[in-house]
């Protein structure tokens, strides 16, 4: 079950805004609108939790920050998945 957010941010927090994001674990994907219009999207069901920032996802952080110097304010929308509905395998 994924639960959906919505957040208000200006174009400076952007980048740090979807970093917290990305190392939240729970987040399946990232949505970031401009006047009611989708500029990018940014799935992270890949996600490798080796390491830090994962690689493929430095592009990702280029063109986010990018983004901000182009626009002022934006809207994430952010899906959730939420934890209480998964199944965790046992161990054997």
Same mark, same amino acid.
């Given at each position: 079950m994924v639960v959906g957010?919505?957040?208000?941010?200006?174009?400076?927090?952007l980048v740090e805004k979807v *970093?917290?994001?990305?190392?939240?674990?729970n987040v399946k994907k990232v949505r970031i609108m401009h006047l009611? $219009?989708?500029l990018i999207d940014i799935s992270l069901d890949l996600r490798d939790t080796t390491s830090?920032?994962?690689l493929f996802l430095i592009p990702v952080?280029?063109?986010v920050? $990018?983004? &901000?110097?182009?626009?002022?304010?934006? &809207?994430?929308?952010?899906d959730?998945? *939420?934890?209480?509905? &998964?199944?965790?395998?046992p161990d054997f």
């Open positions: 957010e919505r957040v208000s941010i200006t174009g400076s927090g *970093d917290k994001l990305i190392r939240q674990g009611g $219009k989708p830090d920032v994962p952080h280029a063109a920050s $990018k983004i &901000t110097e182009l626009i002022n304010y934006c &809207t994430i929308e952010i959730l998945v *939420d934890r209480r509905f &998964t199944y965790e395998y």
